[in-house]
């Protein structure tokens, strides 16, 4: 009997070692005395079973099932253990797709990989959060009103725990002074932190406007965000060189990363707009990799992406994804290519259209391009399209709402 105990106390001591080593660090997300998400994550931690990041290299993760699974069937055998399936054991969760990180100024870690939930309405926003954290997604990419509500709804269930919760302060109409403009992003700033039911988001992104003395005023309230803790970093959205210009002109905090639409056929620079933001060290956060308003056609059906997907085994959206990443910058990306304008769809009885769609792009740092093979989409001269498609007037090539 001793020997048998001993030899499950020898497998447990190994699965501790590699605990300490690592599955430790990754089972929390690091905070420090002044990360608003600490207490949440705390009491997170209290209420839930144990699960490991996504981070975490699938190998280690097996690695440890089993010498716990060895541990617990040593024990059962000498009648020490009732159960083989504890709950231990058993909570033990993995998933097959670890997402890379940026490292912001201010020291917050930034997935570069993010779920899209633009259109989405409350219960398919829950659902499409539920599909994508199973398979690796932390970072979440969210609208003001039904689509932030379906966030709410996820983290009154499952716990705010492990994700990065990023949000978009609405545009002001036209017309809006300065001070009103201030008024409102400091309103939805509390009326999302309400709705959400936590201290604090981990980004807040900025919209531009016509009128730079309102792109100025609303920044200094994110500023103020920031300094209070109520948002860990702030970037902006949509931004040409004209709105960046106008906002650094006055910022004392610049911002983190651009917002902007980036795909094949418009060029890695985006139209010098790239060099520029990293001339002032503003990092490229992309939507659009198969195009927006909704998917274009002449990407997801052109001949060279296909012939590349073909040799990879991939289809041609996740080629453009993959190269929109190889590239360097991060991407937010809609679950699947059933979208339009301002409209999106993860419902239950699609046959699993959602969570395959989702799976394919958790899978995109899990391959990449040839040098041959970036070298030819970086080539690519179509399609084409303004990277800040969705600017206000105030930049060139703004879009146009269909009347």
């Known amino acids: 009997m001793f ?48 699960r490991t990041s996504s981070s975490l290299p699938l190998a280690s993760i097996d690695r440890r099932v089993a010498l716990a699974r060895a541990a617990s069937g040593v024990l059962a055998s000498a009648g020490l253990l009732g159960n083989v399936d504890s709950p231990a054991v058993a909570s033990v969760t993995t998933t097959a797709n ?19 939930t633009v259109g989405l309405s409350v219960e398919d926003t829950e659902r ?82 016509p009128d730079c003395d309102v792109m100025r005023a609303q920044w200094s309230v994110l500023e103020d965000a920031l300094s209070a803790g109520k948002t860990r970093s702030i970037g902006v959205i949509n931004y040409c060189e004209g709105s960046l210009k106008c906002l650094l002109e006055t910022a004392k905090v610049k911002p983190a990363l651009n917002y902007y639409m980036l795909h094949v056929g418009m060029g890695r620079d985006a139209h010098g707009l790239r060099t520029f933001c990293d001339s002032e060290g503003i990092r490229t956060f992309a939507y659009g990799a198969v195009g927006e308003p909704g998917p274009n056609a002449e990407i997801l059906d052109n ?75 970086d080539a690519m001269k179509g399609p084409d399209d303004n990277p800040t498609l969705f600017s206000s007037a105030g930049c060139p090539g703004a879009f146009v709402m269909p009347k």
Request: charged share 20%; hydrophobic share 40%.
């Open 128 to 209: 499409a959060i539920r599909l994508a954290t199973k398979l690796g997604f932390s970072h979440l990419d969210f609208h003001p009103g039904k689509e932030r509500d379906g966030v709410a709804r996820y983290i009154a269930s499952e716990g705010r725990d492990g994700l990065f919760l990023n949000t978009k302060i609405r545009k002001p109409k036209p017309g809006t002074s300065p001070s009103e403009a201030a008024d409102l992003a400091h309103s939805q700033i509390a009326e999302d932190l309400k709705a959400l039911n936590v201290e604090c988001v981990d980004m807040l992104m900025l919209r531009d406007s």
């Open 98 to 116: 670890s997402f890379p990180e940026w490292t912001l100024d201010n020291g917050v870690k930034f997935p570069t990989l993010a779920m899209n």
């Open 303 to 377: 001949p060279l992406l296909k012939k590349i997907g073909a040799a990879h085994g991939k289809l041609p959206e996740e080629v453009a994804l993959r190269w929109v990443l190889q590239s360097g910058a991060a991407a937010s990306v809609r679950p699947t290519t059933n979208f339009g304008l301002g409209t999106g769809v993860c419902a239950d009885d699609d046959g699993g259209i959602c969570a395959a769609g989702l799976e394919k792009r958790a899978g995109s740092f899990g391959w990449s391009l040839t040098a041959k093979e970036m070298a030819q989409l």
């Open 3 to 50: 020997s048998i105990f001993a030899a499950a106390v020898i497998i447990l001591f190994s699965l501790s070692l590699e605990n300490v080593s690592s599955f430790s660090v990754t089972t929390t997300v690091t905070t420090s005395p002044t990360d608003c998400r600490s207490e949440i994550q705390h009491q997170t931690r209290e209420n839930s079973a144990i």
